[in-house]
């Protein structure tokens, strides 16, 4: 199966999430442009067919099922090249989704993406979790702060608390091997007044790879 727009299809099928066709039409637009830009500044990597409609944008839309129907505001840290930032925003219009990258040249790669995508509800931020410009203006703004296999989790955690509403949720998408990090990140969790919501481990449609994300909630008052 090499055709993106069926792979697509039957990948986000079989994850139980159901996309309309101008969800459909936004994902092939976005690999078109991550495909045409990854060939200028290497943003992922890309080694076959299912790797750009099935590793990157279905694994992001893993994150799904533990997105409350009510969130709003979703902050993407260590965002790359939009992911999950992006395929999250495809599948939830609704949502009002900050993707927040340190390097020059992935953020104008977001730019060009997001004027492509006719989004709205969707800002590129550049800059560092801890730039405190961005801290300042941020801080405790989002119902979840979610991160794609950038960082540990106890580096997810101490970035990410400072932008949590209450009772909101850090959301790392990681894989199989995270069972020592999870144990390390629990010391800091406690630190910060977060309680482990979740582990849920999956595989992934077509491919069986192994997934795992792991949901904290925020109990600061």
């Known amino acids: 199966m090499d055709d993106v727009e069926a792979i697509i299809r039957r ?5 139980g999430c159901f996309l309309d066709d101008e969800a459909i039409g936004r994902f092939l637009q976005y690999h078109k442009v991550l495909t045409l830009w990854n060939r200028r500044i290497s943003l992922i990597a890309e080694k076959g067919p299912l790797d750009i409609p099935v590793k990157h944008f279905i694994d992001s839309l893993t994150a799904l099922p533990f997105i409350h129907p009510e969130t709003r505001r979703l902050l993407d840290i260590g965002s790359g090249a939009g992911l999950p930032g992006i395929p999250l925003k495809i599948a939830r219009p609704e949502l009002l ?3 927040l990258e340190p390097t020059g040249k992935k953020t104008s790669f977001l730019k060009e993406a997001l004027r492509k995508l006719s989004l709205e509800g969707l ?9 405190p410009f961005i801290l300042s203006n941020r801080m405790n703004s989002y119902d979840i702060v979610i991160s ?3 960082f540990a989790l106890k580096d997810i955690i101490l970035q990410g608390h400072p932008y949590l509403r209450r009772r909101g949720f850090i959301i ?3 894989g199989p091997a995270v069972d020592k990090e999870l144990s390390e ?3 800091y969790a406690h630190k910060k007044n977060l309680s482990l919501a979740t582990v849920h481990r ?20």
């Open 123 to 131: 800002e590129v931020l550049q800059g560092r979790s801890d730039d």
């Open 185 to 187: 990140a629990m010391m």
């Open 172 to 174: 790392a998408m990681k």
């Open 148 to 150: 794609r296999a950038t």
């Open 11 to 15: 990948a986000s099928e079989e994850l």
């Open 97 to 99: 989704v900050s993707l």
């Open 202 to 221: 999956m595989s992934l449609p077509l491919l069986q790879e192994q997934r795992v994300i792991v949901v904290f909630t925020n109990n600061s008052s």
